[in-house]
């Protein structure tokens, strides 16, 4: 191995250590509470070192933010394909795309909610939905609400954005709940799902026979 492959694999290394030691913090600990210092420390690294890959904490957070919320989009990629296939109708995709949102809140619950609800202009990629607002997430469940009114799952009244917008603000005030400990993350994962069906049977009325 040369010596400038060794550094470039050692370089990768400390970048990996110094992230997941910040979303292990950021897991923990209010944003405000951790600090550069503390994230050097339980990377093993100096402060220096730190700052030679991450400009502050907010670009730290980035960092995590664009991973989780990636697979999150490539999740709801895959159940658009499911539904345009056809193995799926698409009220099942509906209903897989609101699993994918509790999966991706329940893998780092932490890090998801400093991001949705501490910083969400970190990530301006992912916040500008089809309509030029909300989170871009939204995206995927409108465009299987609108494929479901093209099946005559759901009546053309329904507008998909309103569907979209409602299911997220429900999740995320789920999200609030949880993190004010005035429910348990056992019942915000029991629950959510149910909840959120719930809604979009009340909010996407069957074609009329």
Do not use: N
Not at 28 to 48: H, L, N
Not at 158 to 165: E, Y
């Amino acid at each position: 191995m040369s010596a400038a492959t060794r550094r470039e694999r050692e370089r990768s290394e400390r970048r990996l250590a110094i992230l997941q030691a910040a979303g292990r913090l950021l897991s923990t600990r209010p944003y405000d509470q951790v600090r550069m210092e503390d994230i050097a420390e339980a990377a093993e690294v100096a402060k220096g070192t730190l700052y030679l890959h991450f400009a502050d904490k907010d670009d730290l957070v980035a960092v995590l933010g664009q991973d989780l919320l990636g697979r999150l989009g490539a999740d709801l990629d895959t159940v658009l394909a499911e539904v345009r296939r056809g193995s799926i109708e698409p009220l099942e995709g509906l209903a897989q795309a609101l699993r994918v949102w509790g999966r991706a809140y329940f893998a780092q619950p932490g890090i998801f909610r400093l991001l949705v609800l501490d910083r969400p202009l970190l990530l301006a990629a992912f916040t500008a939905g089809r309509d030029g607002h909300g989170p871009a997430v939204l995206g995927a469940v409108e465009t299987l609400v609108e494929w479901a009114q093209r099946s005559g799952q759901i009546s053309d009244e329904t507008q998909p954005a309103v569907v979209s917008h409602a299911l997220w603000a429900l999740f995320v005030g789920g999200l609030l709940l949880e993190g004010r400990g005035e429910i348990s993350p056992q019942d915000l994962e029991a629950s959510s799902l149910h909840v959120l069906q719930a809604l979009v049977r009340g909010l996407c009325p069957p074609v009329p026979s």
